[in-house]
């Protein structure tokens, strides 16, 4: 079974400041892992995500997310944070096919204040 | 490419009638297409998993007689709700898969805003 957390369900920022949005995941195969990130009343846009190799990955928008393992963790970060980052974003997991499911975390809203 | 569509973007309906959502797959086969519900300030709920020609393997909880998913070509998933009721409002979600460049890729629509009145 697979399931995500995430730590804090609303975190502000100010502008400029380093975003750190926490994701935890347990999984009983290895875990493909996945940052989406939700604007107002519009679906679901990939960020980033993590299948093999390098443990560090760079997505759009300037975000990147590190795996680790050991921590059994997959933490977004954003060195500066910009208005346009205010957002729902959702940390996910799924198995390493398109026939398995892709179980969401319950979301974190991040504020931007100016 | 791998682009996935929904049809409609929103629709409102009165309450006790039926409703049809289609998720296509524009530029690639769908294997398999996952129906997820999103209730307002919430996350994500899977619902279904279809697979072409096969039926639907619903997740624990949903109702598969209220919720009809018809997965009849690999470009085409429908998910019908019926006889809606106001706590049928939410915004409904489709994900394609088995496209693009790497198998485990899932490829999600727009959504569907569904108001029951």
């Known amino acids: 079974a697979q399931s995500v957390t995430q730590l804090g369900s609303h975190v502000s920022v100010s502008e400029g400041a380093l975003v750190l949005l926490r994701c935890n995941y347990s999984?009983?195969?290895?875990?493909?892992l996945f940052w989406y990130v939700q604007y107002p009343n519009q679906g679901l846009q990939l960020l980033l995500k993590?299948?093999?190799?390098?443990?560090l990955v760079k997505g759009i928008n300037g975000f990147e997310a590190e795996f680790k393992k050991s921590e059994t963790s997959f933490h977004l970060t954003k060195p500066s944070a910009h208005m346009s980052d205010a957002a729902e974003y959702f940390c996910?997991?799924?198995?390493?096919?398109?026939?398995?499911?892709?179980?969401f975390g319950p979301g974190t809203s991040l504020s931007v204040i100016p | 490419g791998a682009v996935v569509s929904q049809h409609p973007s929103w629709v409102i309906c009165k309450s006790g009638t039926s409703v049809k959502i289609e998720c296509r797959s524009l530029?690639?086969?769908?294997?398999?297409m996952f129906w997820y519900r999103q209730f307002p300030k919430q996350s994500l709920m899977l619902m279904a998993t279809?697979?072409?020609?096969?039926?639907?393997?619903?997740e624990q909880g949903v109702e598969k007689d209220k919720f009809l998913i018809n997965h009849a070509s690999l470009t085409l998933s429908t998910l019908t709700v019926t006889s809606a009721h106001p706590e049928d409002s939410s915004f409904y979600i489709c994900?394609?898969?088995?496209?693009?460049?790497?198998?485990?890729?899932?490829?999600f629509g727009p959504g569907t805003r569904l108001t029951v009145t």
């Open positions: 279809s697979n072409e020609g096969s039926k639907a393997t619903y």
């Open positions: 996910a997991v799924s198995g390493i096919t398109s026939y398995d499911k892709v179980i």
């Open positions: 993590y299948t093999t190799g390098a443990t």
């Open positions: 999984s009983s195969v290895p875990p493909y």
């Open positions: 994900s394609a898969g088995g496209g693009g460049q790497h198998s485990y890729e899932q490829y």
């Open positions: 530029d690639f086969q769908a294997t398999t």
